[in-house]
């Protein structure tokens, strides 16, 4: 394993080990809105501590992209870790057992390391530019569906910026009428692991923020799925816009949305 993922590993564990104390512990936890229907609890804030602590130790110079901390410039941005610490914090907050940690390292603008921590699974989704992708040391790799009509297809409904709702829901409307099933766990970064693992054939979502995508999106590539904007480009990670997939079904999925974007 490469040393910077293997600190990121070292990290999304450290994370996972609070995030999964606080679980047990839910009526206690003090909670705060952060926007409409965007919850932060104090869990958030202790996981993303122990994650910049850790990294930070093993390289001082890197700067940090993280949902809880915003945009911490280190004396090397080129190297710049982007960091949710509890993706699918409403999913937590209610005991519903789908959240992840997720860390990506982005070096000179190119993603290199990617990390999806699932607690409750004991999941750990892992890559490296090049080097392919894994769950718990096992190689993954992107489903072989090839019909659109058979694809098992997750979303996610914009949550914080109810302007495109109804767009959303005229493309979750064609989706669902083609496919086999659609799904929305609540996690973005799970999704996108579970594109790596071939769990689910395709995904889509609008209104993310790059911490919500950036491990994901180099697990899904490294598996050897696609990743893109609605366009199909590779502004997703600024345009909060991201669709993902196998080579087969993806495809579909962009001529499905696309016109209702």
């Not at 040393?3 to 104390?21: C, E, F, S, W, Y």
Request: proline share 4%; net charge neutral; aromatic share 10%.
């Amino acid at each position: 394993m490469h040393p910077m993922l293997n600190t990121a590993v070292k990290a999304a564990r450290k994370a996972g080990a609070i995030i999964t104390r606080a679980s047990f512990d839910l009526d206690r936890l003090t909670v705060r809105r952060k926007r409409h229907n965007d919850f932060v609890s104090e869990v958030d804030h202790a996981a993303e501590e122990a994650i910049i602590r850790t990294l930070r130790e093993a390289y001082p110079g890197h700067a940090f992209l993280g949902e809880e901390s915003g945009d911490h410039a280190g004396k090397d941005a080129d190297h710049l870790w982007i960091i949710d610490p509890l993706d699918g914090t409403t999913n937590f907050l209610h005991g519903f057992p789908q959240y992840c940690v997720s860390i990506a390292l982005r070096h000179k603008g190119v993603l290199q390391q990617a990390v999806v921590y699932d607690p409750n699974r004991n999941e750990l989704f892992t890559a490296t530019r090049g080097a392919g992708a894994f769950l718990n040391d096992r190689r993954i790799r992107v489903s072989a569906t090839d019909k659109f009509e058979d694809a098992l297809v997750g979303t996610g409904f914009p949550f914080r910026e109810f302007a495109h709702f109804d767009r959303y829901l005229r493309m979750f409307s064609e989706v669902t009428r083609r496919v086999a099933g659609v799904r929305r766990p609540g996690a973005a970064a799970l999704d996108l692991a579970w594109v790596a693992a071939g769990r689910l054939d395709a995904f889509w979502e609008m209104g993310l923020s790059p911490w919500d995508m950036a491990a994901g999106a180099l697990l899904v590539r490294e598996a050897g799925g696609l990743v893109g904007d609605f366009s199909g480009g590779e502004g997703f990670l600024e345009s909060g816009d991201v669709a993902a997939g196998n080579p087969r079904v993806l495809p579909a999925l962009l001529q499905a949305i696309a016109p209702r974007a």
